[in-house]
């Protein structure tokens, strides 16, 4: 019943060692977490990475710029909304040369939505032979979270979990945008390496071990990643095999085996020190970028015979290594050089849907006239069955077995005949219920990961929202009337110039 300064501290910080994770957490305001934050950052060797809500303590942003100072790169994104407060340290660490960069998602509306809510921080988790620390929990960095508030600060000490927040980092940093008042070239940790990930281990095969062992890696990045200088190692060496050359598209993936002919595996080679020797009854396999940093970390426990270990998701950083058999679609025990279910890494189609459009308020009665437009900027069609649209009351439309051609628009209305609009279909829910006054609509893949989503506010009766650039998922969603070359208010099925996607 007692909080903040009023509570009693019955024993100091929290140690705990959970599977292989060292774990100590610290609870405000008894233990000040802030100087156990701030004692990271001072013994920080090589790297700091961070994300953070609120930031306004001056002892820690004095602590990371002493670090920088000393030569560790410091690169760290800050909540947009938060960055805008007198108080937020942003523009300091900016102003000291950090690598600042505000965060990429603009979609900020009153007390909801569109908020970097991570307290991160990674220190040396990127370099072997360092003693890397994950620092989370729910304590802002702020002087009211070290010494009112009921907080907590987990330090965790895994190298799973160290991966696994990289690529979060990575995810993050990839849409934030540099802070103004930063170095001209801020340092991006990530660029370099793409997303290579291991995706598959064969540690047990039928039969003997020799020629017959192999590690998968995938590009799950969206820029080609040259493999010259990159190596896989396990816990026993760190050059069980080093790449001299090649290129991996986004996408593709290749399989290392320790020795043999493997002609019939794509995108297959063998091991320059011709061993792997993957402990059958447990190891651990990193991937290491030329310059050394561990990329990426797997672990696995005792082996069946003929069954590899695969990413429950294929291609899926910090996705759980488990049996093959076990992975949603496998077919076999193992897949080198495919997905776990058989299909070639690149056979997939490459897309990307944008809502383009959005009528919340037509003239007269909503019924039938409400709309939602929706493009295919490709490469290739979209196969859209699964693919579903929910607003803040919940799902309004999920597509059945149907392509949209590359290039092309669909025009889902709520209901009633549009035979005269191009690509002009019904929502499933027979409602599309658009808020006039304000509203988000969501689209999302049928695995349920958010493809596209866009918000408004009030606009007067028969005018659209629209991107102010055709088909650009990054332009800001504006009144129809605003962009459009001849004044018009509307354009379902067309571009903004009326002509025919």
């Not at 990371?64 to 410091?74: K, S, T």
């Not at 603009?106 to 908020?115: A, F, P, V, Y």
């Not at 396990?234 to 050059?239: E, H, L, S, V």
């Amino acid at each position: 019943g007692a909080f903040g300064t009023a509570k009693n501290d019955l024993a100091g910080p929290r140690d705990f060692e959970v599977d292989a994770a060292q774990v100590t957490v610290h609870f405000a305001p008894q233990h000040d977490p802030i100087q156990h934050l701030i004692a990271g950052v001072d013994a920080a060797e090589h790297s700091i990475r961070f994300l953070i809500f609120s930031f306004t303590h001056p002892d820690l942003r004095d602590a990371l710029i002493r670090a920088h100072e000393r030569g560790v790169e410091v690169v760290g994104v800050v909540d947009e909304s938060q960055a805008a407060i007198r108080w937020s340290v942003d523009d300091q660490l900016a102003a000291a040369g950090i690598s600042v960069f505000i965060d990429g998602n603009h979609e900020n509306r009153g007390w909801s939505g569109g908020k970097l809510h991570h307290k991160l921080m990674l220190i040396d988790g990127d370099v072997p032979g360092a003693d890397p620390v994950l620092i989370t929990g729910s304590f802002n960095w702020s002087r009211a979270a070290t010494r009112s508030n009921d907080e907590n600060l987990v330090e965790i000490r895994e190298a799973k979990l160290q991966s696994q927040a990289q690529a979060l980092f990575c995810d993050r940093l990839a849409i934030a945008t540099p802070h103004p008042d930063g170095p001209a070239e801020p340092r991006d940790p990530c660029h370099a390496w793409g997303r290579l990930v291991i995706n598959e281990v064969m540690p047990n095969p039928v039969g003997t071990d020799r020629g017959q062992e192999y590690v998968e890696i995938v590009n799950a990045g969206a820029t080609n990643v040259s493999l010259a200088g990159w190596s896989i190692g396990d816990a026993r060496a760190d050059d069980r095999h080093v790449f001299r050359r090649g290129t991996l598209q986004p996408g593709e993936g290749v399989v290392v085996f320790d020795r043999g002919d493997h002609a019939h595996v794509p995108a297959s080679c063998t091991s320059t020190s011709s061993f792997l020797s993957l402990n059958n009854s447990g190891d651990t396999v990193s991937l290491r970028a030329p310059d050394g940093a561990v990329i990426d970390t797997v672990r696995y426990g005792a082996s069946r015979d003929g069954e590899s270990w695969n990413r429950a998701s294929d291609g899926t950083p910090g996705a759980a290594l488990i049996p093959h058999g076990e992975v949603e679609g496998a077919t076999e025990p193992q897949s080198p050089g495919t997905l776990a279910n058989g299909r070639g890494f690149l056979e997939g189609p490459r897309f990307e849907l944008v809502i383009n459009e959005v009528m919340p308020d037509p003239v007269g009665r909503d019924r039938g006239q409400e709309y939602v437009e929706i493009v295919n900027l490709g490469p290739d069609a979209a196969p859209l069955e699964g693919i579903t649209l929910s607003d803040g009351n919940g799902l309004r439309h999920r597509f059945g077995p149907e392509m949209l051609a590359a290039g092309r628009a669909l025009v889902l209305f709520d209901q009633g005949d549009h035979a005269g609009i191009p690509g002009a279909r019904s929502a499933t829910t027979g409602f599309l219920s658009l808020n006039n006054t304000g509203d988000t609509l969501t689209m999302s893949s049928r695995d349920g990961e958010l493809m596209d989503f866009v918000a408004w506010d009030d606009a007067g009766p028969g005018e659209s929202w629209t991107r102010a650039e055709d088909g650009n998922p990054g332009a800001p969603l504006v009144l129809h009337g605003d962009v459009s070359p001849d004044g018009r208010l509307a354009s379902p099925g067309t571009r903004l110039d009326g002509s025919i996607w």
